[in-house]
């Protein structure tokens, strides 16, 4: 069977959920330990117990799936809502859950691991970077922009450039302890540490941006 093929769900059928979780463990695991070009549909199946069949009623193809795999490993720590604004929640607490989740989203040994991926093949294969960071990099920093746009119209800060200021942000954030990991040189931060780290630059941001200032 072919790679190529795409059954039809047929209108309105519902999708098994416990399999499509099953599917993106299985793509997971063999995207970080095979490699994506050694990574088949047919390798996917096998590895999360389901049909052929399955795999391509839920997901279409293979970038389908591993860009499927790179948004649910966001969504664990940075799921859509978090760049939401609530009414009465101060502009620090939101920044600092956002800081926490992504702190800890890209030092964990997973998305290092597929960082590493990404810097191992991304030169011979241009696609899957483009496939990787549309997924994964540009959707937090589209959810970042966006938040970031009404915290200046709320006037809380002083934001004129939006997109600047997320990228900013996630850079702080990574810091040299990232570097160190994605190189295997030594360990992560304790709790303690990364708390301070992630309050540090939170703070450093919010007197960045203060009213008043520009």
């Given amino acids: 069977m072919s ?5 039809s769900n047929g209108p309105g059928r519902p999708k098994d959920l416990a399999k499509r979780q099953a599917i993106l463990e299985a793509a997971k695991n063999l995207f970080l330990s095979n490699g994506y070009a050694n990574t088949s549909m047919d390798a996917v199946a096998a590895e999360a117990g389901v049909s052929k069949l399955t795999v391509y009623s839920h997901f279409n193809d293979k970038e ?3 860009c499927a795999a790179v948004m649910a490993k966001c969504e664990e720590q940075l799921p ?3 760049f ?5 929640l101060p502009i620090e607490s939101v920044l600092l859950n956002i800081a926490r989740g992504f702190h800890l ?4 040994e997973e998305s290092l691991n597929l960082h590493r991926l990404i810097m191992t ?6 696609k899957l970077s ?3 960071f549309e997924a994964g990099p540009q959707r937090m920093l589209q959810g970042m922009e966006r938040l970031l746009t009404r915290i200046d119209q709320s006037g809380a800060l002083s934001i004129d450039k939006p997109h600047h200021a997320a990228e ?3 850079c702080l954030l990574k810091g040299a302890a990232n570097f160190r990991l994605l190189y295997g040189y030594g360990e992560p931060l304790s709790a303690e540490a990364a708390e301070a780290h992630v309050r540090e630059v939170v703070g450093l941001f919010m007197r960045a941006y203060r009213p008043g200032l520009a």
């Fill in 3 to 7: 790679d190529n093929i795409s059954p």
């Fill in 64 to 66: 389908t799936l591993f």
């Fill in 80 to 82: 859509t809502l978090i």
């Fill in 84 to 88: 939401e604004l609530p009414a009465g």
């Fill in 105 to 108: 989203l890209i030092n964990s």
């Fill in 121 to 126: 093949q991304g030169s011979q294969d241009p």
């Fill in 130 to 132: 483009q496939i990787f």
């Fill in 168 to 170: 900013h942000f996630f």
